[in-house]
């Protein structure tokens, strides 16, 4: 806490040397007044997160805060641990981007505002979008990656089709999911229990499991949409790839029709699509 005391001191020196009307006035006007807008935005986030981040997440964003591990479990023999991320690596897993790529705001900012419920980080249900925005900031400050590379484009999601969920296209996503493969980590069945799933090391060196679709509500939220982003982009980090250069957008939906189904929630969508 000490270093972090002095260093967030020198910090705040090093901020208003900076910001002082000499060092300024050397500038041109615009940088001037981006950097200054810049600047008191990353303070702002810096207060909502050593508030409501850091306990987890850490005062340095490497994941080494006061609750480094949340909880641990054992399955087959092996442990499993739900811990907050460290943001120093600057990998996503919840991106509408294709993989390989730094994630949009717009994905960061619904991360902090949903939360990660089912790795019990709270949702920010009283944030307002200038704390949303600013908290953002100041997340992605802690990686060397957002200084080095440009946002990638977003995959944009339609509308799902109407016959999605119907006992046509879970016929034929059961096929796709066999297909691609889904099953070496995900099981025949969708129990999170393929071949390949005991053997699972994400990119920060823990062990992790695939998803289990019986039991399932998905980290991202368990939306038609959300299912179809999750395996379009891939799940950055954990070993999930994109299937987006190998699925026609017609496949997609159909291998979303089966994974409701796995998930047992086709029935809602049924009646919201009737006709
Ligand atoms: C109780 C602990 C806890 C708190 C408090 C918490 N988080 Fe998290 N956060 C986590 C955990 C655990 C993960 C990793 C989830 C996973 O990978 O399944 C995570 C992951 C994330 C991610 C990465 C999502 C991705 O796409 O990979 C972001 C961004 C994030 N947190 C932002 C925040 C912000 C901003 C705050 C404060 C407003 C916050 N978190 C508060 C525990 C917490
Ligand atoms: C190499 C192993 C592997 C393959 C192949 C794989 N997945 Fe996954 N998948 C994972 C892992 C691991 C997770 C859990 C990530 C986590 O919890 O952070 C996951 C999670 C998911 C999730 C839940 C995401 C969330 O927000 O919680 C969905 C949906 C999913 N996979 C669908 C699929 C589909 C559909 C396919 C085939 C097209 C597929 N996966 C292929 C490893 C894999």
Not at 59 to 79: H, L, P, Y
Not at 84 to 107: E, I
Not at 127 to 148: H, M, P, W
Not at 205 to 226: C, D, I, Q, W, Y
């Amino acid at each position: 806490m000490r270093v972090f005391k002095i260093l967030a001191l020198f910090m705040a020196i090093a901020l208003l040397l900076i910001s002082s009307p000499d060092f300024i006035s050397a500038q041109d006007e615009d940088a001037e007044y981006d950097d200054a807008a810049y600047e008191a935005l990353l303070e702002k986030g810096k207060e909502y997160y050593n508030a409501r981040c850091e306990a987890c997440h850490g005062a340095d964003g490497d994941g080494k805060g006061f609750v480094d591990i949340i909880r641990v479990s054992e399955k087959n023999g092996r442990v499993l641990e739900i811990y907050p991320r460290d943001f120093t690596v600057g990998v996503y897993k919840f991106r509408s981007t294709a993989t390989g790529c730094l994630p949009d705001d717009k994905d960061l900012m619904g991360t902090v505002k949903r939360g990660i419920t089912k790795s019990l980080m709270p949702p920010q249900d009283n944030i307002s979008s200038e704390e949303t925005e600013a908290v953002v900031e100041y997340v992605k400050s802690f990686s060397e990656r957002y200084e080095e590379e440009d946002p990638c484009d977003q995959i944009s999601v339609a509308d799902p089709p109407v016959w999605v969920a119907s006992e046509k296209s879970i016929e034929k996503g059961k096929k796709i999911y066999k297909d691609m493969k889904c099953w070496e980590c995900h099981g025949d069945l969708g129990k999170g229990d393929g071949p390949k799933s005991n053997d699972i090391t994400d990119d920060w060196g823990k062990r992790l499991l695939p998803f289990n679709f019986v039991t399932g509500e998905l980290k991202r939220g368990s939306t038609a949409e959300n299912v179809y982003m999750t395996f379009t982009a891939g799940l950055d980090g954990t070993g999930m790839p994109s299937y987006q250069d190998t699925l026609n957008e017609e496949d997609r939906w159909h291998l979303v029709s089966y994974t409701l189904k796995l998930m047992g929630l086709t029935e809602s969508d049924k009646k919201t699509a009737s006709h």
